[in-house]
């Protein structure tokens, strides 16, 4: 767990974060610093929701990012590409062994 | 009925199935329902778009033996409008929306009720969809930015960071089971009847609700079957339904398309959605005098009821009005449509030709636009009709044309 999802975690029960991978994609700075004092309450309350709502947004983004991704590649022409990679890896890696071999 | 539904305490949840001449589909949905849905109170409302009589007495029988309420609609609406009926007569501060060809799972409910409880400012949740045989149908939606959705886990196996075990935030999620709040989807305005008879209107949903701040999750942990096109297979041929399809993704893309093309690479915000302020209906005083307005056919963005929401507008302080139409109306597309023309409405009724039961005080006024596209007022009696006039008049000059929008 990141310092910010303990952070928020403790302090509400409200936020769905994503899971760690995702967070550590969306290059947040872990700079929720714990002001104990009461006066400062508001402020936290405001700073997290400011957080949430970035966070939230950052996530929309990423998984759609994803969605278009993984859409695009099952295209015909994706799964060539995919197909010829495939077949390169496996001839580079049986060239290597048996060089090795050798 | 009514008084004895208001005297019961409102449920937690209300369900709503629509149903259109397929009577034993429904009784296996509603079976279904009963069976898994555990843990919260709840209600059935079933929504018959205007099926034959055969299939309505099935629909019936299997309200009866579930617990379910009908509304019996004499003409089929369609998918959003009839969903909106059933969303204003529903009682539960959740509503969540079933297609009657689904079929829910044991523990469905839970995890839906605890993502829009707790996810971080949640407007609507989507669970899983499978294929009776068990394939995966839709693991959450997505716009691309040409307009077209993809139905993630469709056509191949889904990502694993977008389809593990809680809550991702997608674009949309198909309302064949959508749980939303009932508050919001009326403010958001329910489905817009632009995207009549179908197709888009859920997606155009979830994007308003993005536009006011509010985001839809899939839940990966509630699955339901679902056989999908059920209804729509039986009323239109594939031909019809691509026709369709084209025309309200090109209404979807000239509402949406700035920025659903903006934001990949972008930074495209959403339009700004303003909320409907409902105004609830209450008892007018008793000067305020009861106004009927009618028009032909079905409540429609046609000049014929742009001029009735107008004249609705304009005497909204000096009466209490009522719009009379053919067939049954949501007052969430009335408040739609009032937004597209720019009109603001005061409190008002919607009512069934055949269900109006008028008073000697009240004021009755048929309008029609006539060929020079004037609207008219065709027939008419009581003590509102010289304003209702005046009004037309205004309206009909040169000078003021309503104003359009989408």
């Known amino acids: 767990m990141t310092p910010l999802q303990a952070r928020c975690s403790k302090d509400s029960n409200l936020l769905i974060l994503p899971s760690p991978e995702k967070m550590d994609c969306l290059g947040l700075p872990d700079r929720v610093t714990c002001r104990e004092s009461v006066g400062h309450r508001m402020d ?3 700073e997290l929701t400011a957080l949430k709502d970035r966070n939230a947004e950052l996530e929309a983004r990423m998984n759609l990012v994803t969605a278009l991704l993984h859409d695009s590649m099952s295209s015909l022409s994706w799964r060539i590409v995919y197909r010829y990679r495939q077949l390169a890896d496996k001839w580079r890696w049986r060239r290597s062994y048996d060089r090795k071999d050798a | 009925m009514t008084n004895e539904l208001q005297k019961q305490k409102p449920p937690c949840l209300s369900i709503i199935v629509l149903n259109w001449n397929l009577g034993r589909m429904t009784q296996e949905c509603l079976a279904s329902i009963r069976t898994h849905t555990s843990g919260v109170e709840y209600e059935i409302l079933v929504v018959d778009n205007g099926s034959n009589p055969e299939e309505k007495s099935i629909v019936r029988d299997a309200c009866s033996l579930h617990g379910a309420r009908l509304i019996e ?13 059933g969303v204003e007569a529903a009682r539960g501060q959740f509503i969540l929306l079933v297609n009657n060809d689904v079929m829910v799972t044991p523990g469905y409910i839970g995890p839906l009720l605890r993502a829009l409880e707790t996810a971080h400012r949640a407007g609507a949740i989507g669970a899983e969809l499978r294929y009776p045989d068990g394939r995966l149908q839709e693991a959450g939606g997505y716009v691309r930015p040409d307009g077209w959705t993809i139905r993630h886990g469709l056509t191949r196996p889904p990502a694993g960071i977008l389809s593990g075990a809680g809550l991702h935030i997608v674009d949309y999620c198909s309302a064949a089971c959508l749980l939303l709040r009932r508050d919001i989807f009326l ?7 632009l995207f009549d008879p179908g197709y888009f209107e859920d997606v155009d949903l979830m994007l308003r609700l993005r536009a006011m701040g ?29 026709t369709i399809i084209n025309r309200n993704h090109r209404k979807f893309v000239e509402r949406w398309g700035e920025f659903i093309a903006g934001r990949v690479f972008g930074s495209a915000e959403p339009p700004h959605y303003e909320r409907i302020a409902w105004s609830a209906k209450r008892t007018m005083p008793d000067q305020v005098q009861n ?17 009735i929401v107008q004249v609705a507008g304009a005497l909204r302080d000096n009466a209490y009005v009522t719009f009379v139409a053919d067939e049954a109306c949501s007052r969430s597309r009335i408040y739609t449509i009032a937004k597209a023309w720019g ?49 037309l008049n205004r309206m009909n000059s040169p000078a003021s044309s309503p104003k359009t929008g989408s």
């Open chain 2, 73 to 85: 609609l004499d003409q089929n609406l369609f998918f959003g409008e009839a969903n909106n009926i």
């Open chain 1, 44 to 46: 936290q309350q405001d």
């Open chain 2, 214 to 242: 509010l985001y839809t999750y899939y839940c990966a942990d509630a699955s339901v079957i679902h056989k999908e096109n059920a209804t729509s297979k039986t009323i239109w041929n594939s031909r019809r339904r691509k």
């Open chain 2, 343 to 391: 009109q603001i409405l005061g409190e008002f009724s919607v009512m069934r030709a055949s269900d109006v039961n008028r008073q000697p005080d009240d004021t009755m006024v048929l309008l029609q636009s006539n060929r020079q596209d004037r609207t008219e007022i065709t027939s008419g009696d009581g003590p509102l009709l010289s304003q209702v006039k005046e009004a």
């Open chain 2, 187 to 193: 403010e958001a305005g329910g489905f817009d009847p």
């Open chain 2, 291 to 307: 106004l009927f307005l009618k028009g032909p056919g079905l409540v429609g963005r046609n000049r014929t009821w742009s001029h």
